[in-house]
């Protein structure tokens, strides 16, 4: 099971970008929907008047449960893709859950993105965790330190422990001042990672032509007005600087770990 949901989790609409690159790249068929009476707050999240086949009808804002049967990953994948909810979180993740176990599902990955202090000439930094020994163990991803508020999709990992399933995060930085435009570099870092968890190719389809379009776009923004010009070059300083393998022991002695690791398994 892959999750994304709209609201706080979706900074650049990146997590929720993934589902639907998903849905189209593996035909995945709708199965069913959560009654959006229970969940959400309709001044929050209003209906929208839609037009099909001639005649206006009223659509709810929703999450919905689709299944890709033809993946890469000679696996069936249930896609949840939804808007994080008003109220009754726990039932909505124990629902979520009832699905997920009513389909023989394995793993719920749960995808986010966040707003951080990052450049959008550098490439978009991923993260996977889980609190799962053998999970991070199987995919060669570290426990997440996180304290503080969380979202649905928070929520909806630590439910998927709770019954049992093994829980993967992953988590895309967008670049803060480049927030209110969506972020197909994003999009597609967060596909990258997902080939790596899934040890299998993804079709990027139009991601990598979109995501290069977006750079250009903000390369030409910065070209205009000198200030952002020069916040986004104090940003790349500050990146190439943490990213420097020199920059702290701690970095080098986790890069020969995961090196013996990869050594380990490949033996």
Request: net charge negative; proline share 4%; hydrophobic share 40%.
């Amino acid at each position: 099971m892959i999750a994304a949901f709209e609201g706080w989790n979706d900074a650049g609409e990146a997590a929720t970008g993934v589902i639907e690159h998903l849905a189209e790249l593996w035909d995945a068929e709708p199965v069913a929907a959560l009654d959006p009476e229970d969940y959400y707050d309709f001044q929050v999240n209003r209906p929208r008047v839609v037009s099909e086949g001639g005649r206006r009808r009223i659509s709810w804002r929703t999450t919905r449960i689709l299944v890709a049967t033809d993946t890469p990953i000679g696996r069936d994948v249930v896609l949840v893709q939804g808007v994080e909810p008003s109220f009754r979180w726990r039932a909505f993740a124990i629902e979520l859950m009832e699905l997920a176990q009513a389909a023989d599902v394995t793993t719920v990955i749960t995808l986010g993105a966040l707003l951080a202090d990052v450049a959008h000439t550098r490439p978009i930094q991923v993260t996977a965790t889980s609190d799962n020994e053998d999970t991070r163990h199987r995919h060669d991803i570290e426990a997440s330190t996180y304290e503080g508020p969380t979202g649905i999709v928070g929520v909806l990992a630590d439910a998927a422990i709770q019954v049992g399933l093994s829980s993967i995060s992953v988590w895309a930085a967008v670049p803060h001042y480049a927030h209110h435009t969506p972020s197909p570099k994003a999009t597609r870092a967060i596909v990258s990672c997902l080939e790596d968890l899934l040890d299998s190719p993804i079709d990027h389809g139009g991601l990598d032509d979109d995501a290069r379009a977006w750079e250009n776009g903000l390369d030409a923004l910065a070209s205009e007005d000198t200030e952002v010009a020069e916040y986004v070059e104090s940003l790349e300083d500050a990146q190439d600087t943490a990213e420097l393998p020199e920059a702290s022991g701690d970095a080098i002695a986790k890069e020969f770990e995961r090196y013996l690791r990869k050594r380990g398994t490949e033996d």
